[in-house]
């Protein structure tokens, strides 16, 4: 049976990737919002099925019709246009970073030392910037597509991967260890 707490979790997640979709700010063709953040934390939080579930939830709302894609838009066209590619991504990045989240928890538990927090931090963020891979190529990859020229869309993506990797991936790190410190705090287990 599935647990109950994990559909939750799955719905919130969704939820917040939805709200991400909202703090955009735009440069140059592609909309930057703070998306990265939401579908790295649901693969950290939800492990990889469930973080993977939790982004396919999110997409199917907007195949619904409803206004969570950036910009308030909703409707398959939305993830048929332009930046489709990123969005179509999300299941794959959340379910890497649950994938390796699991992997860095595994090492980490091996040794315990003071400078276990630090390397754990880490490799958790390091983790992050390598599950975002299938959102740059992905993403990229529509846009050329839809005929963006190489140098513009190099410059698009080189312009978000530091706001990603110093900015959402950081925030998902640390939002990761303080919801699991309060989950498990009330007695839900993340594994």
């Not at 719905?11 to 939805?18: E, H, I, K, P, Y």
């Not at 939401?38 to 579930?53: E, H, R, T």
């Not at 990123?86 to 003071?114: D, Q």
Request: charged share 10%; aromatic share 12%.
């Amino acid at each position: 049976m599935v647990n109950i707490i994990k559909i939750t979790l799955c719905s919130a997640c969704a939820a917040l990737t939805a709200v991400s979709a909202q703090i955009r700010i735009k440069v140059a063709i592609i909309p930057y919002t703070m998306q990265n953040f939401a579908v790295i934390l649901s693969g950290f939080l939800l492990g990889s099925k469930f973080g993977c579930i939790s982004q396919i939830l999110y997409l199917t709302l907007i195949t619904f019709g409803l206004p969570f894609a950036s910009g308030l838009k909703g409707g398959v066209g939305v993830l048929l246009g332009p930046t489709g590619g990123y969005l179509i991504s999300f299941p794959i990045a959340a379910a890497l970073a649950g994938y390796l989240r699991k992997i860095v928890e595994n090492i980490t538990n091996l040794t315990k030392t003071k400078k276990n927090g630090l390397k754990k931090f880490v490799l958790m963020w390091m983790s992050a910037n390598l599950s975002a891979i299938p959102i740059y190529v992905l993403g990229s990859a529509y846009l050329l597509l839809y005929g963006a020229k190489f140098d513009l869309l190099l410059f698009a993506v080189l312009l978000f991967v530091p706001q990603d990797f110093f900015m959402d991936h950081v925030l998902a790190v640390l939002s990761y260890e303080y919801i699991k410190d309060f989950l498990n705090k009330k007695g839900i287990i993340i594994d």
